[in-house]
T-cell receptor, first 112, second 111 residues
Framework: DSGVTQTPKHLITATGQRVTLRCSPRSGDLSVYWYQQSLDQGLQFLIQYYNGEERAKGNILERFSAQQFPDLHSELNLSSLELGDSALYFC???????????FGNGTRLTVT | EDKVVQSPLSLVVHEGDTVTLNCSYEVTNFRSLLWYKQEKKAPTFLFMLTSSGIEKKSGRLSSILDKKELSSILNITATQTGDSAIYLCAASGGGADGLTFGKGTHLIIQP
């Protein structure tokens, strides 16, 4: 158990809808990262937050947004969902820059 | 654009064999190379390598980084069926804290 908690485990929704994925980092970790994993693209870095502030942005679509709250949990919001957004979304946390990332079990999103 | 390439993409061997997985990277301001094992769910951390030529070892798994060749290998000796998984290589650098991952090597160990 990595100590990173993600909810929900599975999500099935229709195109055009909006969903929110939730992540609680390991105790003491200030950095939260979001990744998208699909079969053909592998793990793609979306965005990183550090102590409530956006730190780095990767391949995140404009339809997606995230935030990190004062208690350090984070949410990833996906809107105007398309079939191609179906994927496994991972959250990871780390103690500090340069430390290994520890991943949650992911949220499997299916858009129908 | 930062890039990590792993080979082979897929590998099937018999229990007891030794395997070598390859990873090459092109990352600006490279800081470290990491290996993860992914079974059904979350990738789990195996090694982090920052210095060239120094082998890291954990049981039957070992890994080494070659900064001159911009590459790393992961060795697994005396493989067991429980080693079956996707092995992911990732590099950190590029001015951001996020890791750039390769597409992984899908390793299958047959009894």
């Amino acid at each position: 158990d990595s100590g990173v908690t993600q909810t929900p485990k599975h999500l099935i929704t229709a195109t055009g809808q909006r969903v929110t994925l939730r992540c609680s980092p390991r105790s003491g970790d200030l950095s939260v990262y979001w990744y998208q994993q699909s079969l053909d693209q592998g793990l793609q870095f979306l965005i990183q937050y550090y102590n409530g502030e956006e730190r780095a942005k990767g391949n995140i679509l404009e339809r997606f947004s995230a935030q990190q709250f004062p208690d350090l949990h984070s949410e990833l919001n996906l809107s105007s969902l398309e079939l191609g957004d179906s994927a496994l979304y991972f959250c990871a946390s780390s103690a500090q820059t340069g430390s290994p990332l520890h991943f949650g079990n992911g949220t499997r999103l299916t858009v129908t | 654009e930062d890039k990590v390439v792993q080979s082979p993409l897929s590998l099937v061997v018999h229990e007891g064999d030794t395997v070598t997985l390859n990873c090459s990277y092109e990352v600006t301001n490279f800081r470290s190379l990491l290996w993860y094992k992914q079974e059904k769910k979350a990738p789990t951390f195996l090694f982090m390598l920052t210095s060239s030529g120094i082998e890291k070892k954990s049981g039957r798994l070992s890994s080494i980084l070659d900064k001159k060749e911009l590459s790393s290998i992961l060795n697994i000796t005396a493989t067991q069926t429980g080693d079956s998984a996707i092995y992911l290589c990732a590099a950190s650098g590029g001015g951001a804290d996020g890791l750039t991952f390769g597409k992984g090597t899908h390793l299958i160990i047959q009894p």
